[in-house]
């Protein structure tokens, strides 16, 4: 059995390329896999791993104060390989932020709860890519139509043409918790008052709550894409984008200069090649179809030379 760990930190790190050297030590000959970030914001890490190793890794992670690491499990490594790497960003959204006025982190319960007392003055909202809540959202959530969330800044100055910031109750949730540390914070400086965040993501909920007010699953960034959030919830919502019938299960486009994830069925993903598209699927440099709908990784330099 895999372990597979979503985890992050948010504190002061010194020196952050000695840090990530000190990562890549502690996993040389191990067996785990992963994509970890470090900067001097915190970490951000999603990893993968046998029992053992979660265990010497929990016990070497506890020189981080409040790192909580949610888990599931898998037949499988959903990594390809371990990589640590430097990011000036741990959250790409390009502004200054206050992260010493984050929104009000509120436990899985509580966020059930607050579901559930929901009126007109509450504003649920996805903090997601549309990717990401195509294939699953909470009841009722705001979706916010963004290309980037480095949009996001404009989309908070924008919100309070439609809602008062001062009596507003903002209620955010993302894949694992910390890209609510930044978003809330920037709604904070927006002016809203009110402002939730939901303590470990849609990932801590599913763990502890089960699917109660989530619809569809969950989008995942290894190669599984797609998941349950808990083992009583496996509802689809997501639609083939030829056939419009239901199914969530995401391919890149087969076209190298596309790369475009998208939603397709079986059967229309191997009518079309691995495309998304007409003009994808004419395009002078398009893969060679492979079942499978795992990401791409890497082709061969001389593959289309």
């Known amino acids: 059995m895999i372990l597979v760990l979503a985890y992050y930190y948010l504190g002061k790190i010194e020196d952050p390329v000695a840090e990530v050297a000190c990562h890549k030590a502690f996993f040389e000959g191990k067996n785990a896999r992963g994509r970890i970030y470090i900067s001097e914001q915190g970490i951000n890490g999603q990893a993968s791993c046998g029992e053992e190793e979660y265990e010497a890794f929990r016990s070497w992670m506890a020189r981080f104060d409040s790192v909580k690491i949610k888990i599931h499990t898998a037949s499988e490594h959903p990594f390809p390989k371990m990589t640590v790497k430097y990011r000036k960003q741990l959250v790409a959204i390009d502004c200054d932020v206050d992260l010493s006025a984050r929104g009000e982190s509120v436990a899985p319960h509580q966020w059930k709860e607050m579901l559930q007392q929901r009126d007109e003055n509450t504003l649920l909202v996805d903090v997601r890519n549309g990717y990401e809540w195509k294939v699953g959202h909470f009841e009722g959530a705001e ?65 502890e709550e089960g699917g109660d007010h989530w619809k569809g699953k969950l989008f995942v960034f290894d190669d599984r894409l797609v998941v349950p959030i808990s083992s009583d ?63 791409f990784r890497k082709m061969a330099a001389d593959l289309f030379t």
């Open 143 to 207: 979706l916010p139509p963004l290309e980037t969330f480095r949009q996001f800044p404009s989309y908070a100055d924008e919100l309070k043409k439609t809602r008062d910031p001062k009596t507003t109750r903002v209620m955010m949730y993302c894949t694992g918790g910390i890209r609510c540390e930044f978003f809330s914070a920037v709604m904070k400086q927006a002016g809203f008052e009110h402002v939730y965040q939901l303590d470990g993501g849609v990932i801590g909920y599913g763990l």
């Open 233 to 295: 919830q496996s509802e689809t919502i997501a639609e083939c984008v030829y056939c419009k019938g239901v199914c969530d299960v995401y391919y890149n486009c087969a076209n190298v200069d596309c790369n475009e994830l998208f939603v397709a069925c079986a059967s229309c993903i191997c009518e079309h090649k691995g495309c998304c598209g007409a003009s994808c699927k004419s395009a002078p440099r398009v893969r060679p179809y492979q079942i499978s709908a795992k990401p």
